[in-house]
């Protein structure tokens, strides 16, 4: 089997947002940055919650106020968390 480049599923572009916490729920989290509007992130089961060193946190640490750090692919529409650094 072949598989041709328009087959691919298309990820976006990886970046990086940070800001606090406005609504984090168990699909999706939301973080006001310097940005005019807040931004919004899917999250999977793979997400993973950090603390500034790297250590692995349970996810309960994020709640609306925290400061963080969102890893993600996607694009405006479709933001997806790969990995949040909770800073405190």
């Known amino acids: 089997m072949v598989l041709c480049a328009t087959s691919l599923p298309s990820f976006g572009a990886p970046g990086k947002a ?6 984090f729920t168990d699909q999706t989290l939301t973080v006001k940055t310097d940005a005019p509007n807040p931004m919004s992130f899917a999250l999977t089961k793979k997400v993973r919650f950090v603390d ?8 309960d640490r994020v709640t609306p106020g925290a ?3 969102v890893w993600f ?3 405006e529409d479709t ?5 949040i650094i909770v800073e405190r």
């Open 18 to 23: 940070a800001g606090t916490v406005t609504e």
């Open 52 to 59: 500034s060193k790297g250590k692995n946190i349970k996810k």
């Open 67 to 69: 400061r963080v750090q």
């Open 73 to 75: 692919y996607g694009n």
């Open 79 to 83: 933001r997806t968390a790969t990995r």
